[in-house]
T-cell receptor
Framework: EAGVAQSPRYKIIEKRQSVAFWCNPISGHATLYWYQQILGQGPKLLIQFQNNGVVDDSQLPKDRFSAERLKGVDSTLKIQPAKLEDSAVYLC?????????????FGPGTRLTVL | KNQVEQSPQSLIILEGKNCTLQCNYTVSPFSNLRWYKQDTGRGPVSLTIMTFSENTKSNGRYTATLDADTKQSSLHITASQLSDSASYICVVSPTSGAGSYQLTFGKGTKLSVIP
């Protein structure tokens, strides 16, 4: 079974530039999550999708971050414009249950460096 | 405020030795607790999951314990191997119904196993 795929693996940009990350969850998984993991910290949930609908985006900085999950499969996370404090690893995870709460399977993450 | 505190922050042990990592949480109401292993540059991988009614759960050389009364959990690693070098993250789920799963992540314990 293929795992959660993410791209790119690494990205370096200057502040005020835009960046987009892509995630392909495990086939058939209904729930998709985006997390931000700052060095030395645990992951912080940014947004949770159930199929293609948003369940929770309470911690997403909506003035600069946006995410979508078209057709309930792949997802993209965008930052526009980026700030220095956005430097982190962005993890995508998926889980089988539409209700969420079951074991989440994480991708390798995208390491973002904002200069 | 829901919190998960892990100790120690980092740990160095010799190959073949045992070690125990600690997790204290204040999440309530409590649904389940997971331990994840995160290798450097990779996403977290689930090791164990325990509900409030379970006291212990094993996965090979990893054994997790849970005391729901004192809100403490531990992860014991037996006969450590070099490949055990990673961050170990304690994650607590506060809900058991449908909807948003604002998992509370600890900051992790960084374990280094040396020859």
């Amino acid at each position: 079974e293929a795992g959660v795929a993410q791209s790119p693996r690494y990205k370096i940009i200057e502040k005020r530039q835009s960046v987009a990350f892509w995630c392909n969850p495990i086939s058939g998984h209904a729930t998709l999550y985006w997390y931000q993991q700052i060095l030395g910290q645990g992951p912080k949930l940014l947004i949770q999708f159930q199929n293609n609908g948003v369940v929770d985006d309470s911690q997403l900085p909506k003035d600069r971050f946006s995410a979508e999950r078209l057709k309930g499969v792949d997802s993209t996370l965008k930052i526009q414009p980026a700030k220095l404090e956005d430097s982190a690893v962005y993890l995508c995870a998926s889980s089988p249950s539409p209700q969420g709460g079951d074991t989440q399977y994480f991708g390798p993450g995208t390491r973002l460096t904002v200069l | 405020k829901n919190q998960v505190e892990q100790s120690p922050q980092s740990l160095i042990i010799l190959e073949g030795k045992n070690c125990t990592l600690q997790c204290n949480y204040t999440v309530s109401p409590f649904s389940n607790l997971r331990w994840y292993k995160q290798d450097t540059g990779r996403g977290p991988v689930s090791l164990t999951i325990m509900t409030f009614s379970e006291n212990t759960k094993s996965n090979g050389r990893y054994t997790a314990t849970l005391d729901a009364d004192t809100k403490q959990s531990s992860l014991h690693i037996t006969a450590s191997q070099l490949s055990d070098s990673a961050s170990y993250i304690c994650v607590v789920s506060p809900t058991s119904g449908a909807g948003s799963y604002q998992l509370t992540f600890g900051k992790g314990t960084k374990l280094s196993v040396i020859p």
